[in-house]
């Protein structure tokens, strides 16, 4: 329970404080529960070293759930998404900033348990991916940290995930769909968000986001998501 959570918190903190008196904490690094987030702000967000709120998100919940692949590709390119984004932002970032206090996604993917086969590690990952950074840098998020890597826990034992940006391989390294998002955003994510609003009058699967960057040059991204 969050209960049994802040008292062993609390108890790391005092003796970490104890020996670095300048110790900077963040927390509670929990997946998509505004509620326990909400908690801990109230119990240690004033006044306890506590300087950055922490969540993790992967939005299409467990991986092994899916009926399809498709319907994993689907839910990844799909209003569905948003609405998690939504939901978790309303719940525990109004509150992070009246204390004052910025957030991160401290980890994040498309689907736990290493990400959904046919899904994750198709080009629907890279679109997905791109949106997703684009969607939280325009909501005041800090920053956000995609889980990855040569292995990792999937159902037990440790495999190369589905949702990978890269992997090492003989050579050096291996691409995967969701490294090219990570480009497409360097390419037009520089500078500040600013407002962009988008006349679809066809009503396709299609967001857009816009920067302006310190030379005063603006960077409009448009994800087609239609089939």
């Known amino acids: 329970s969050d209960l049994l959570y802040r008292d062993e918190w609390q108890l790391f903190a005092e003796k970490i404080v104890a020996a670095v008196p300048e ?17 801990f702000m109230d119990d240690f967000g004033r006044g306890h070293h506590v300087g950055l709120i922490t969540e993790h998100l992967y939005p299409g919940g467990a991986a092994g759930k899916l009926p399809s692949a498709q319907v994993g590709r689907d839910r990844m390119l799909s209003g569905e998404f948003l609405q998690v984004y939504q939901a978790l932002y309303d719940g525990f970032v109004p509150a992070a900033r009246a204390a004052g206090l910025p957030y991160r996604l401290e980890e994040v993917n498309s689907y736990f348990n290493g990400g959904a086969q046919g899904a994750s590690d198709t080009f629907t990952a890279a679109l997905w991916g791109v949106e997703f950074m684009y969607w939280w840098a325009s909501h ?88």
Not at 23 to 39: E, L, Q, S, Y
Not at 149 to 155: A, C, F, H, K, W
């Open 23 to 39: 110790v900077k904490f963040a927390g509670p690094g929990i997946h998509n529960n505004p509620d326990w987030t909400r908690h």
């Open 140 to 227: 005041e998020a800090a920053g956000v940290n995609f889980h990855t890597g040569d292995r990792v826990s999937m159902n037990n034992a440790y495999q190369a995930p589905r949702y990978a940006t890269f992997v090492t391989a003989p050579d050096g390294f291996d691409i995967r769909p969701l490294a090219y998002a990570f480009k497409v955003f360097d390419l037009g994510a520089h500078g500040r968000i600013i407002p962009v609003v988008l006349d679809n009058t066809m009503s396709a699967n299609v967001s857009a986001f816009a920067t302006l960057s310190d030379a005063n040059n603006a960077s409009i991204t448009l994800i087609n998501k239609e089939h």
